[in-house]
C-alpha cells in the first residue's frame, strides 16, 4: 500500500472503513477492472438515453417551433382557392399552399449540376407551416425575384457567402440569383436527394424564393402544387388524408402523405429508434456482468478475511455491519464507475452531437443529461453492484463467528459436477485438476463462459454493422444500380427523348425509364410508391433476386420488392390492384411475377412498354440511366446543366463516394467504441476470473512447484481453466454475435434500408482476436505473479 | 550413542555423502529488520540414513530443510548433493532437482482437494523418470483401499499418507519432512513414521525429518540439533528403534 492510500485509509473515523480502503487498495487492479465494466455500462446509457433525449426533444422543439407540417398533399396545379377548401376540411389547422419545383443548380467550381428544389416563401409574412430558421441574411423581400435565401448546409459546402450569385435551370429556364439569406429548415433536417440513402451537402440544394418569382418561373400563377398542413390536436391522419386525396383529385394530386413518408423524418425517427434499441439492449448486459464480477470478487475476498469476520463478529459487530461493509466496498467501486461512465459517457454524446449536427441540420443540438438518465444511471448501478455485493456479504454474514476463525475444511470434489468426465483416463492430472475446478463452481464457470461469450458476440455484432453495409453498397450500387448517372426530365417525353440523351457527349449507354406514381391494393391493403417501367433486360439499374440474378418482369406483369410485398399480404403469382395517380388515374390489375428483397428503398417494377401502354400513351418517358465516359464527364455535367428538358440528375459514384465516407467515419468511430466498451467486459470477466482464480489456487500451485513442476506446467493449471472457458466461449460468443446481428438486422432496418444479415468471416475472426488478446494479456499478467510465488510461506500455512 | 565429528564436511574420502553443506548461511531481510536463520552450517548427511532434525523454534531447522530441498537458496556458503554443487544452479535446474530426486512431507499435507489419492500420487509419477505403480504407493502406506477417495473424504492421518504416497511414488534419493507428525496424534504419527522407515528400508531412501518431538528421534540413525542457525550437536544413534515402540 502507497503512502497515500495508507493516508486515506488513516484519515477515515471509522476502523471498518479504514480497512476497506486497504482492502480495496489491495485488489485495486480488480476493481478498476469492475469499474470499468460499469463505466462502459452507464456509458452506453448515458450516450444512447441522453442522445436519444437530446435528439428527441431537439427534433419535437424544432418541429413544433417552425411548425413543421403533418401532411404534404403534393398536386400538378391546383387554384389558390383550393387551399380555403383544404382549411375547412375536418381536421385540419393550418394550411400552407405553396409552390415546389425541382431545380438544377449550376454551382461554381462543381462540374456536376447539384440537384434540388426550390419552395415558395409567402410575399409578406411568415408560412402558416413549414418555416425557415434564418442562420444568416435576411429572407427575400417582397417582389426581390432574385433573390433567394439557400439550406445552410448546401451554401456552406460551396463556401457562399451572402450576396453571392447562383445559377439555376428552373423548367428549363436558366436563371441567376442572389443570395440574400442561409436557412435552416424542419423539412431538410436530412437534407437528402430522392432516392438516395445518404446526404451530400455539395450535390443537393434547397433554395426559398418570394411566390411571385416562383410562380414566374415555375410558370404557374396564382396556383399551387403543394399544401402542407398541420393538423388539429387528436385528428386522425389517415382520414384527412382521404379527405385531402378526394378533394384534390380532381387536380392532378398523387396522394398526400404524412410524417412517416417525409424522407428527411424517416431518417431522423429511423435514428432515434436505433438509439432506442441500443439505450435498452446494451446496459443491461454491462450492468448484469458486472454485478456478477462484484460478487465473485466480493466473496473471494469474504472467503479469504473469514477469519477476520469471525473476529468482528466476536467483538459484537452486528451482521448487518458486516453486510454494510461489504456492500459499501462495492458502492465505492460503483461510484467509481458510476463517475467514469457518466463523465465518459457525456464526452462521447457531446462528440456524436457534434458528429450529428454535421448529418442531422438542426439548429441547435445539445447534449444534454436529462435527470431522469443520471436516475436511472444511478438505479441501476446501485442495483448491479449493490444487488452483487449484498449476495455475497449475506454469506459472510451467515458465519458463526466460531466456524469463521476455524481455517476453512478443503473443497469437497467428490460431489463435483462431471466427476465422471474428469475420471476419464486420458487425461493427466494436471488437465484433470482444471476439469475439476471448473466443474467445482459451475455457476462461476458459466458466468465467466457468459461473460467471454457476450464480449465475442458484442464485438461480433458490432461489427456485423460494417459487414451489412458493405453488402449494402454492394447490392445497390455494383448489383441493381449500375448507371453512372440518373437523369429525369422536367416531364415525361417521347421516346426521340432517349436518343437525344444518348447522342450528348461521354454517354455510353443510355436505359429508358417511365416513373408513374401508383396505388398497389391488394386483400383491403394499400400502398403508394413509385411505378417503375425499365425496359426488358434492363442492364444498368435492376432488381436482383436473392441468387443474385437479375430479375426481368415478364410481360403483363409486375416484380415487387419485398417491403412491398409484405405489408399487402402479396406472394408471387397473386393479381394485385394497380392505381396510377397522375394522368387519366387508370386502374388495372397486374399478376405478381416475382418478389424479391431490396436493400435500400422499394421498388415495384415493370415492362416499360406495358406501362406506357397501361398509361394510354405512346413510348414515353420520364428519364434515362446512363453510362457515362468519365474523361467525358464534365464536358458532360456542363450539357446537362444547360438542357432545358432536365430536372434532375443524380450521380451514383458521388453516391457511393459519399455513402462509404459517411460510413467510414460514422461507423468506423462506433466501432472503436464498441470494441473498447466489449473488451472492457472481456478484461473484466477474464482478468478477475484469472486473479481469483490464482488467489484461490496460490497455495496449490506454490505445492505444484514444490513437488517439482516447472513454472510452465504450473502456469497450465492456472490458466488451463480461463483457457478452457474461452475457448468453449469463442463458439458460443460468435452464435451470440449471429444472433444479435440477425436481432440488429430487424430491429434497424426500417422503410429506408434494410440490413442484410450478412456476417464475413473476418468479423468472427476479429472479434475472436480481441478477446484472446485480452486472455492472453490477463494470462500474462497472472503469470507474472505466478513467477514470484513464494513456494516456502506456502508450506508455512495450512490453507 | 556416539557423537559424530562435528567437522563432517571436512572429510572428503569414502563415499559420497547424500548432502554435504559448508558454512551455509541465509539472511532474510536487511537492515534492522534483518534476520539471520542460517549462521554458517557444516553437515555430511550419509546416504539411505534416517536423520532427525531437532531445535527450538527459530532454530533454522526449516530454513536448513528448505535450503537442502531446493526450495529456497542460500545467502552463502556451499552445499552439495551427492557431489553436485548446488549453490549456483539456475531455477530450472532447482526444479528439476526437485522434481526427479526430492520427495516431500508437510505438516500440512498440502494434496490437491481436487484430486484423489491415486490420482495426487499420480501427478507426480507421470512427471517422474522411474516411479512405482500409483497403487503401489498407497498400499506401501497402507491406503491402497481408499485410492479412490478425495481429500476431504480422509483423516488427516490418512491424508498425511497419501502425503507420503506422493512422496516416495517417484523413488526419490531423498525424503525431507517437515513436521509430518506435528498435526496428528499418537497413534495416527507413528503409522506415518512407520510408513516413512520402510521407505527408508525398501527404496534406500535418504530421510532428514524436522521434529519437535525428541521421542521421534529414537528411530532416527543421526540426530542434528541446531540452535540459533548453527548445529549445537550431530550424533550418531547406535541403535535406532522400530517406529511402534515409540509413543509420545
Known amino acids: 500500500m502507497t503512502g497515500r492510500a495508507r493516508d486515506i485509509a488513516a484519515a477515515l473515523p471509522a476502523r471498518l472503513d479504514r480497512k476497506m480502503v486497504r482492502d480495496l487498495w489491495a485488489i485495486r487492479l480488480q476493481a478498476l477492472a469492475i469499474a470499468l465494466v460499469v463505466a462502459a455500462g452507464v456509458a452506453v446509457l448515458v450516450v444512447s438515453a441522453g442522445m436519444l433525449d437530446s435528439l428527441r426533444e431537439t427534433r419535437d422543439a424544432y418541429y413544433d417551433r417552425y411548425r413543421f407540417a403533418d401532411v404534404w398533399a403534393p398536386v400538378v396545379r391546383a387554384p389558390d382557392s383550393v387551399a380555403e377548401a383544404i382549411h375547412q376540411l375536418d381536421g385540419v389547422a393550418q394550411v400552407e399552399a405553396r409552390v415546389r419545383q425541382p431545380v438544377l443548380f449550376d454551382m461554381p467550381g462543381l462540374s456536376a449540376p447539384a440537384s434540388g428544389l426550390i419552395l415558395s416563401l409567402p410575399e409578406t409574412g411568415l408560412p402558416r407551416v413549414n418555416r425557415i430558421h434564418l442562420t444568416e441574411g435576411r429572407r427575400p423581400r417582397a417582389g426581390q425575384r432574385e433573390e433567394i435565401v439557400l439550406l445552410d448546409g448546401f451554401a456552406r459546402a460551396h463556401g457562399l457567402a451572402i450576396g453571392d450569385r447562383v445559377t439555376a435551370t428552373i423548367r428549363g429556364g436558366r436563371e441567376e440569383f442572389r443570395v440574400v439569406g442561409f436557412a435552416l429548415a424542419p423539412e431538410f433536417v436530412y437534407a437528402i436527394a430522392p432516392g438516395q440513402i445518404v446526404p451530400d451537402d455539395r450535390l443537393y440544394g434547397v433554395a426559398w424564393m418570394g411566390r411571385d418569382a416562383l410562380e414566374q418561373a415555375a410558370d404557374s400563377a396564382g396556383a399551387f402544387n403543394e399544401a402542407a398542413l398541420i393538423l388539429q390536436p387528436g385528428a386522425r391522419e389517415r382520414s384527412v388524408i382521404d379527405a385531402l386525396d378526394r378533394l384534390l383529385a380532381p387536380w392532378g394530386a398523387p396522394g398526400a402523405h404524412g410524417r412517416e413518408d417525409h424522407i428527411s423524418d424517416a431518417f431522423v425517427s429511423s435514428e432515434i429508434n436505433q438509439l432506442g434499441t441500443m439505450a435498452s439492449l446494451l446496459p443491461p448486459v454491462f450492468l448484469v456482468v458486472a454485478a456478477f464480477l462484484v460478487n465473485v470478487v466480493l466473496t473471494r475476498l469474504i472467503a479469504m478475511e473469514r477469519a477476520q469476520i469471525g473476529l468482528l463478529k466476536a467483538f459484537g459487530y452486528h451482521s448487518r455491519d458486516v453486510v454494510w461493509h461489504y456492500t459499501k466496498f462495492a458502492l465505492v467501486i460503483g461510484a467509481a464507475g458510476l463517475a467514469l461512465g457518466v463523465g465518459g459517457g457525456t464526452w462521447l454524446g457531446r462528440l456524436m452531437a457534434a458528429m450529428y449536427i454535421e448529418y442531422y441540420h438542426f439548429p441547435f443540438l445539445l447534449f444534454d443529461l436529462p435527470a431522469s438518465v443520471y436516475a436511472a444511471s444511478l438505479g441501476v448501478t446501485l442495483l448491479a453492484v449493490g444487488g452483487g455485493a449484498m449476495l455475497a456479504g449475506l454469506r459472510a454474514a451467515r458465519l458463526s463467528p466460531a466456524e469463521a476463525m476455524r481455517p476453512s475444511p478443503p473443497p469437497d470434489y467428490s460431489r463435483a459436477l462431471g466427476a465422471a468426465l474428469a475420471r476419464w483416463k486420458r487425461f493427466d492430472q494436471q488437465s484433470r485438476m482444471i476439469l475439476r475446478h471448473t466443474l467445482r463452481w459451475p455457476a462461476r464457470s458459466a458466468f465467466t463462459l457468459a461473460g467471454v461469450a457476450i464480449s465475442v458476440g458484442l464485438l461480433a455484432s458490432s461489427m456485423y454493422f460494417l459487414d451489412a453495409t458493405r453488402a449494402m453498397i454492394d447490392a445497390h450500387f455494383y448489383q441493381s444500380n449500375r448507371q453512372d448517372v440518373t437523369v429525369s426530365l422536367v416531364e415525361p417525353r417521347p421516346r426521340a427523348a432517349l436518343h437525344a440523351i444518348a447522342r450528348l457527349p461521354g454517354v455510353l449507354t443510355a436505359e429508358p425509364v417511365r416513373y408513374a406514381p401508383a396505388r398497389l391494393r391488394f386483400a383491403g391493403h394499400e400502398e403508394r410508391m413509385a411505378l417503375t417501367g425499365a425496359p426488358p433486360g434492363a442492364h444498368l439499374s435492376r432488381l436482383i433476386d436473392s441468387q443474385g440474378r437479375p430479375v426481368t418482369p415478364p410481360p403483363g406483369s409486375i416484380i415487387l420488392s419485398r417491403d412491398l410485398a409484405a405489408p399487402l399480404g402479396v406472394s408471387p403469382g397473386d393479381r394485385i390492384e394497380v392505381e396510377i395517380t397522375e394522368g387519366n388515374r387508370p386502374v388495372f390489375e397486374l399478376s405478381v411475377a416475382n418478389v424479391v428483397t431490396t436493400l435500400i428503398g422499394s421498388g415495384a417494377i415493370m415492362d416499360i412498354g406495358d406501362l406506357n401502354r397501361l398509361l394510354g400513351e405512346d413510348a414515353v418517358i420520364s428519364g434515362a440511366w446512363l453510362r457515362i465516359d468519365p474523361d467525358q464527364a464534365d464536358t458532360l455535367y456542363a450539357e446537362l446543366k444547360n438542357a432545358p428538358a432536365i430536372g434532375e440528375v443524380s450521380l451514383q459514384n458521388e453516391a457511393r463516394e459519399q455513402f462509404e465516407r459517411l460510413m467510414d467515419e460514422g461507423m468506423g468511430a462506433s466501432i472503436y467504441i464498441y470494441t473498447l466498451f466489449a473488451g472492457m467486459i472481456a478484461v473484466g470477466v477474464i482478468y478477475n476470473s484469472v486473479r481469483i482464480s490464482f488467489s484461490e489456487r496460490e497455495h496449490e500451485l506454490a505445492v505444484l512447484r514444490v513437488l517439482g513442476f516447472t513454472r510452465g506446467e504450473v502456469a497450465y493449471v492456472l490458466l488451463g481453466e480461463i483457457a478452457l472457458l474461452t475457448l468453449i466461449a469463442l463458439p458460443a460468443g460468435a452464435l451470440m454475435g449471429a444472433g444479435l446481428a440477425w436481432y440488429f438486422s430487424e430491429a434497424m432496418s426500417s422503410d429506408l434500408f434494410r440490413l442484410p444479415y450478412i456476417i464475413r468471416p473476418a468479423t468472427f475472426g476479429y472479434s475472436v482476436l480481441v478477446v484472446l488478446i485480452v486472455a492472453l494479456s490477463s494470462g500474462l499478467m497472472v503469470r507474472a505473479r505466478l513467477n514470484r510465488l513464494d513456494m516456502v510461506a506456502a508450506l508455512k500455512s495450512g490453507d | ?248
Open chain 2, 1 to 248: 550413542m556416539r557423537s559424530a565429528p562435528p567437522s563432517a564436511a571436512d572429510q572428503t574420502d569414502g563415499p559420497v555423502a547424500c548432502f554435504r553443506t559448508c558454512g551455509l548461511t541465509r539472511v532474510f531481510g536487511e537492515g534492522a529488520t534483518q534476520v539471520r536463520a542460517l549462521r554458517g552450517v557444516d553437515l555430511s548427511i550419509p546416504n539411505g540414513e534416517i536423520v532427525v532434525l531437532l531445535g527450538a523454534s527459530g532454530s533454522g531447522k526449516s530454513t536448513l530443510l528448505n535450503i537442502l530441498g531446493g526450495l529456497d537458496r542460500a545467502s552463502g556458503g556451499e552445499f552439495d548433493f551427492r557431489g553436485r554443487d548446488m549453490t549456483a544452479i539456475s531455477d530450472n535446474e532447482l526444479t528439476r532437482f526437485r522434481r526427479d530426486h526430492v520427495g516431500f512431507v508437510f505438516q500440512f499435507y498440502n494434496l490437491m482437494p481436487s484430486l484423489t489419492a491415486r490420482e495426487n500420487v499420480e501427478l507426480v509419477t507421470e512427471i517422474a523418470s522411474n516411479p512405482m505403480p500409483a497403487l503401489d504407493a498407497l498400499d506401501l502406506v497402507g491406503l491402497a483401499e481408499r485410492a479412490d477417495h478425495f481429500p476431504a473424504e480422509m483423516s488427516g492421518g490418512e491424508q498425511q499418507r497419501v502425503a507420503i504416497a506422493r512422496a516416495i511414488a517417484k523413488r526419490p534419493e531423498v525424503m525431507l519432512c517437515d513436521e509430518p507428525t506435528g498435526a496428528l496424534d499418537s497413534a495416527t504419527g507413528v503409522r506415518v513414521l512407520q510408513a516413512l522407515k520402510r521407505v527408508n528400508r525398501d527404496l534406500g531412501s535418504t530421510i532428514l525429518l524436522i521434529t519437535h518431538n525428541a521421542g521421534v528421534a529414537a528411530m532416527a540413525d543421526r540426530v542434528i540439533t541446531l540452535a540459533d542457525g548453527e548445529v549445537r550437536d550431530s550424533r550418531i544413534n547406535e541403535h535406532p528403534v522400530e517406529p511402534d515402540a515409540l509413543s509420545w
